[in-house]
């Protein structure tokens, strides 16, 4: 598996990411995609490549939450912290990922700078915006999201994404998904694992001197339907291939807690929908709070 790491004169011919009031700027940071966290890093482990790196190489069951912390705060940073920042995020984001490499549990060998498998991280990120939007919001028009993906081949570039692994556009990105999905996806061992850990979420550290039982009691309704949304937002295709399924009662379920969403979100104005996205890297930079992804 080749992997390539850009220079620094690379880096700095970069395209800057997108411009404020841009259809990505626009879009990706609105708080509904939280709804679809899950899913998108199911589609991402469901990779191969991703699935071995993180199952031997991330802190995901030790400690979900610093991990998403980690998570959101670098997107964010690239979307909206501007070029500087941007720019050294994407450089620290692939020197960090240089040493992810090994051999996965069917003697494949795997690195995290896969050219395919980091686009596929990336483009990911790019699917799960539009059909959150359509799960919780309004979908976009095809007018919309011909502007969004565009905004997100420049964003891929920042990220160091060969052009290459890019589909130039978004009739052409679907396509590709649609092929991923049916002949590179896999039940990996990393993604049942985090389907595990959203039906029984791991207690914070913060919360230590909680009872087991009293948080299992306080999590259980809410884990449930995040559970049920995540299974629901899959691909059909990889639903299938890892036995996930919803009765007819469970897809009610998820129907149900669609419509409450988007009826609570529409109340809220557009900008203040993507505000801690927006305010997250400026936030985290005076935190101090230099993690990894």
């Known amino acids: 598996m080749q992997s390539t790491s850009p220079s620094t004169a690379a880096l700095r011919e970069r395209p800057a990411g997108p411009p404020r009031g841009s259809e990505l700027w ?15 890093l199911a589609m991402q482990v469901a990779h191969p490549v991703v699935g071995a790196g993180v199952v031997e190489h991330s802190d995901y069951r030790s400690d979900p939450y610093g991990r998403f912390k980690r998570t959101y705060r670098s997107i964010t940073t690239v979307v909206y912290g501007g070029p500087r920042r941007a720019a050294a995020e994407s450089e620290r984001l692939r020197v960090l990922h240089r040493a992810i490499r090994g051999t996965d549990e069917l003697g494949r060998k795997y690195h995290a700078l896969d050219p395919a498998a980091y686009a596929w991280v990336h483009l990911t990120l790019v699917k799960v915006v539009v059909d959150a939007h359509a799960m919780f919001g309004r979908p976009m028009t095809r007018a919309e999201l011909d502007a969004y993906y565009a905004d997100s081949v420049r964003l891929g570039l920042v990220l160091g994404v060969r052009p290459q692994d890019l589909p130039s556009t978004w009739a052409e990105f679907l396509a590709y998904h649609d092929h991923t999905v049916e002949h590179v996806l896999e039940d990996t061992r990393a993604l049942r694992e985090l389907l595990d850990g959203i039906r029984s979420p791991a207690k914070p550290n913060a919360l230590h001197r909680l009872p ?25 295709t990889l639903r299938k291939r890892c036995n996930l399924a919803l009765t007819a009662a ?31 890297p400026r936030v985290f930079e005076l935190l101090g709070t230099i993690g990894t992804r």
């Open 26 to 40: 626009r879009r990706f940071g609105d708080i509904r995609g939280f709804g679809l966290t899950a899913q998108v």
């Open 212 to 236: 087991d039982r009293r948080w299992h009691e306080l999590t259980a309704p809410t884990s449930r339907m995040y559970y049920l949304i995540t299974v629901a937002a899959l691909p059909e």
């Open 250 to 280: 469970e897809a009610h379920d998820v129907d149900r807690a669609a419509r409450r969403i988007r009826t609570a979100t529409a109340f809220i104005p557009a900008p203040a929908r993507r505000a801690p996205a927006i305010l997250a």
